[in-house]
């Protein structure tokens, strides 16, 4: 009996101490909702990972469809972080209660557009609005390099430029907020009317102008700058033009799900992402997305974000208008 004894309390024991592993293993874990795209998203949760030995198992799921999970498994949450998809998406999440404030103290280093003052997200890429030009074609054809929203009226530009649609893109309604915030909301409209007869096409992606750029089918295009930095890097000879003006922006976040089982790790993603280790990454990695800290580079030949005059406005009031502001543009610049 007193051998049966020791065995239970050796098994007992070593019980103990395999639910005590199982517990700190799991803590070495986090489920993400990633709505970045799944190239970069996975270098820089693989950075991560490398930093701080934690393991992280991602799903992809773009902004809509991971908003609309996160919502569903409100009472069961299966993923610890909503990493990515802008940062309106996080307010209003923060709104409908599917996340959890947690204030970083890496957050200090943020501008108070990057980051909720309670600590539900943080921003940890934004994306400037710019313009993709070819310098030496423009030069070919005895026409000047853009370097503002006025100088793009030049009727030098006739049928030259393209730019999303805001009947499709988000990017464009970003370009509509950028000049309202800019110019007031009728200067806007007069603006956009007359820059219509420069605009070659309107592309239904907001990507679209960029790939047409490439190919030498525009000499200026407008969008999110990611891909345009890409072909600057790898060579193209376009350039890069923040109008003086000033730019909007989209400020990818990151929120941790409220009831997330892994805390711990969620917390320890949000201060890395945001520490200047964890945004030095963005341009080691080339996702072409700008850092949020000012203290860290975007990369080569790319000016700071201290140095880009960024335009910004009411993100819910902007998604609120958006019909009607989209409307309008149909109506006032298309004439339809």
Not at 36 to 53: P, Q, R, W, Y
Not at 78 to 83: I, L, P, S, T
Not at 199 to 207: A, E, N
Request: charged share 25%.
């Amino acid at each position: 009996m007193k051998r049966y004894g020791k065995l239970v309390c050796i098994a007992t024991a070593a019980l103990l101490a395999f639910a005590f592993l199982g517990d700190a293993a799991f803590a070495k874990e986090l489920v993400v909702y990633s709505s970045v795209d799944e190239e970069n998203a996975k270098n820089l949760l693989d950075e991560f990972s490398k930093a701080t030995g934690i393991k992280v198992n991602m799903v992809f799921l773009s902004s809509g469809p991971a908003m609309s999970r996160i919502e569903a498994e409100q009472a069961n949450p299966q993923a610890d972080v909503w990493f990515g998809a802008p940062n309106e998406n996080h307010i209003v999440a923060k709104d409908r209660g599917l996340t959890q404030p947690y204030v970083s103290a890496a957050a200090g280093d943020l501008a108070d557009g990057f980051k909720d003052p309670e600590g539900y997200w943080h921003a940890f890429y934004m994306n400037p609005l710019g313009f993709g030009v070819l310098p030496e074609e423009l030069k070919a054809d005895g026409k000047p390099v853009p370097a503002s929203w006025k100088d793009l009226l030049n009727p030098a530009y006739k049928g030259m430029i393209q730019m999303p649609s805001p009947q499709s893109s988000g990017t464009a309604y970003a370009m509509i907020m950028t000049l309202i915030e800019t110019f007031g909301e009728d200067e806007a409209y007069a603006y956009m009317k007359e820059l219509n007869p420069n605009i070659q096409t309107y592309t239904q992606s907001g990507t679209g102008p960029s790939k047409n750029l490439a190919i030498r089918e525009t000499s200026i295009a407008i969008q999110f700058t990611p891909a345009f930095l890409k072909l600057v890097d790898e060579g193209y000879p376009a350039k890069v033009v923040f109008p003086a003006e000033g730019v909007g922006y989209e400020a990818a976040a990151l929120s941790i799900i409220k009831g997330a089982k892994n805390l711990d790790s969620a917390k320890a993603l949000v201060d890395w992402i945001i520490s200047k280790e964890g945004q030095q990454v963005l341009s080691a990695k080339k996702t072409y997305f700008f850092p949020v800290r000012t203290d860290v580079s975007a990369g080569k030949g790319l000016p700071a974000l201290s140095e880009i005059k960024l335009i910004d406005y009411d993100r819910l009031e902007a998604a609120r208008e958006k019909k009607r502001l989209v409307d309008r543009w149909v109506t006032e610049v298309l004439g339809q």
